[in-house]
């Protein structure tokens, strides 16, 4: 049974690019990965293909053509398996709708989210439909990561998931601080994980590197595979990899996340 | 490369609901009670009929605010409700376009409530261009819930891809848009049909009816044959019907059996069984193979129910009289070949329900009009 984990958090704090460098750290440390793009901008693969954009499945259903499995999945940094579900542009039809039907062509099509070790879902930043659960309703996922930011709003963002999660009795394995240089943000983090019913997993700090390397098509652990936040990323590639145990979490109420970043 | 499926050609015609496919297929598995989630005009007019038929069909109800904050809790209550009020023995849950598309789970609502007896949970929606899905699905769920086996599963998804087939082919789909066209007129197509029987020629007379709508067609192959004795030309009939009483879901075997009755008791010989109920997209070729074999050299066929089924090979230099109760397809018989095409309108409703076969206008025509013969 492989790993399946799915990344929340609000929009623009940083899973894909910790999906994608978790992806590669894993793939460094032999582990066979595979990573689902569930955002309808399909930009979960891109640095484990050098900055190549994949066909996305429902770009392939739109066509109407026999889709095999040699069409979704393809091959990126030392051997990742990328899938990209795709979807419609900003302002038209039901991206949600996308990952139901993706989602539930992969389960017949494809045996990459089988035989592997770990499979992961990067999913868009707001749960803000029934479509984007679409992964842990239909039994695809096994684990659940928040990440967040110090600042208030990710934090909103993230107890907001929570309450989402723990309407569907769905365990939180932790919580990943993504650094955005705010005041005393691993001890805010680390707080509110714990009050969750949580634990602060990684605390990833800012680093320019992460966005040069993007910026040309690469992880960083491709692109600067000795450097510190590659480290940092290697870290918490073997954190997940660790037998972890979930807990339904306990979302807390607006007031008490106020003062929480006020610490 | 992936491999590029030849594009559908856009048919303009509304086509038949997948939605009321799977209501018409948990019908034929003998479900008591389905729940429709879903809008409350969600396919009305025909979980209306199917009332007639024995199985209540109710509704969520679902509105702006069950589509935007999610319809778990009024499944919930309903699928509550029906278990008091109604009792059943075997529930069917099935999805709508408006559910669907929000990503409704069945399977939650089931769960909470914990039913007693099976639930057959359909996630299907409108959204596809055959409506052989919608049965497909539904008997996916049955599959899962053991109501049906692997083999009879297998076997209703064959006869599903050729009744698709047959569409495409010379059915509702074979065209981009298909005019409703009421047919020949009854009149002159029974007088001409009656002025062959007097004159000693030899016919055919099929039945190749789907399903139910068979208590109604059945009723033109019984006057066809009827007539016949009654000029004293009745060996020169051959009937062939589609009412195997071994084969089909429950519902369709018992109505084999009981049209069988019916048509026995009024001295209605069997000389071929073609098929089942439900086997209509290929009893079509069991016949044309027979007519090929022993009866090629006949002047005329009656082809009652689903005549676009049957190849024209054996038949193309026949006089064809087919009935059918579809009006999109009277073009497509007519581009075949087939001489006269009847119209039997609004057939399906005036077939549910019922245990007997059902007097037919075209039937009735004949009947009145050999009177004078």
New interface residues.
């Given amino acids: 049974m492989p790993k399946q984990i799915a990344i929340y958090g609000k929009g623009g704090i940083g899973k894909s690019s910790t999906a994608s460098n978790v992806a590669a750290a894993c793939t460094d440390e032999g582990y066979r990965v595979t990573i689902i793009g569930c955002d309808p901008k399909s930009d979960s693969s891109i640095t484990l293909l050098q900055g190549r954009r994949i066909?996305t499945i429902m770009d392939?259903m739109r066509?109407?053509?026999?889709?095999?499995e040699e069409?979704i999945v393809f091959i990126g940094y030392k051997g990742v398996k990328c899938v990209e579900i795709g979807g419609p542009e900003p302002g038209i039809g039901?991206a949600?709708?996308g990952i139901?039907v993706a989602i539930s062509m992969l389960k017949k099509l494809s045996s990459a989210i089988e035989d592997t070790d770990l499979v992961i879902y990067d999913v868009p930043g707001d749960i803000v439909?029934?479509?984007f659960?679409?992964p842990v309703?239909k039994g695809l996922v096994n684990e659940t990561y928040v990440l967040t930011s110090g600042e208030y709003m990710p934090l909103y963002a993230a107890n907001n998931i929570c309450k989402g999660l723990a309407r569907l009795d769905v365990a939180l394995n932790g919580v990943i601080c993504n650094s955005r240089d705010a005041q005393n943000e691993e001890i805010i983090v680390s707080e509110f994980a714990k009050e969750i019913g949580s634990q602060l997993l990684a605390f990833i700090p800012k680093d320019v590197l992460v966005q040069t390397c993007e910026r040309d098509g690469f992880s960083v652990i491709e692109k600067a595979p000795d450097s510190e936040i590659a480290g940092v990323y290697r870290k918490l590639a073997r954190s997940i990899m660790e037998k972890r145990v979930g807990k339904i979490p306990e979302p807390l109420d607006d007031k008490r996340l106020r003062e929480l970043t006020r610490i | 490369m992936p491999v590029k499926k030849e594009k559908e050609p856009l048919i303009m015609h509304p086509r038949p609901s997948s939605i009321v496919a799977a209501l018409y297929t948990l019908r034929d598995l003998d479900t008591d009670v389905v729940i429709l989630h879903g809008p409350p005009g969600c396919s009305f007019k025909h979980a209306r009929l199917l009332e007639e038929d024995g199985m209540r069909v109710v509704t969520t109800s679902l509105d702006e605010t069950g589509f935007v904050f999610g319809g778990k809790d009024a499944l919930v209550e309903v699928l509550q409700k029906v278990i008091e009020r109604f009792k059943p023995k075997r529930i069917g849950i099935v999805g709508t376009c408006a559910s669907m598309i929000i990503g409704e789970e069945l399977h939650e609502a089931v769960i909470e409530v914990q039913p007693d007896v099976p639930v057959i949970e359909v996630e299907v929606h409108a959204g596809y261009r055959d409506n052989t899905q919608g049965v497909i699905i539904a008997l996916e769920s049955a599959l899962a819930c053991g109501i049906i086996s692997e083999t009879e599963f297998e076997r209703q998804k064959a006869l599903l891809k050729e009744a698709t087939m047959v569409e495409k082919r010379h059915g509702a789909a074979s065209k981009e848009y298909l005019e409703p066209n009421r047919g020949d007129l009854k009149y002159k197509v029974a007088g001409r049909l009656l002025e062959l029987i007097k004159q000693g020629k030899k016919g055919i007379n099929i039945l190749n009816a789907k399903k139910e709508t068979a208590f109604m067609f059945a009723d033109i192959n019984l006057a066809v044959a009827e007539i016949a004795q009654k000029l004293g030309f009745g060996s020169n009939i051959i009937n062939m019907v589609n009412l195997d009483i071994n084969v089909g879901l429950p519902k369709n075997r018992r109505n084999a059996r009981e049209i069988k009755d019916d048509l026995s008791q009024k001295g209605f010989e069997f000389h071929h069984i073609i098929g089942g109920l439900d086997e209509y997209p290929i009893a079509g070729n069991t016949a044309s193979q027979i007519i090929g074999e022993k009866y090629s050299d006949y002047d005329f066929a009656v082809i009652a129910g689903v005549p676009h089924a049957l190849p024209m090979d054996n038949i193309k230099n026949m006089e064809l009289f087919s009935i059918t109760n579809g009006p999109r397809q009277v073009v497509p018989l007519k581009e075949m070949g087939h001489t006269y095409v009847v119209v039997e309108i609004d057939l399906h409703p005036k077939t549910l329900g019922v245990s007997h076969i059902v007097e037919s206008e075209f039937g009735a025509t004949l009947r009145e009009m050999a009177k004078d013969a």
């Avoid at chain 1, 066509?63 to 095999?68: C, S």
Wanted: charged content about 35%.
């Fill in positions: 066909p392939l066509e109407d053509v026999d889709i095999k069409d039901c949600g709708r139901i439909c029934g479509g659960v679409a309703k």
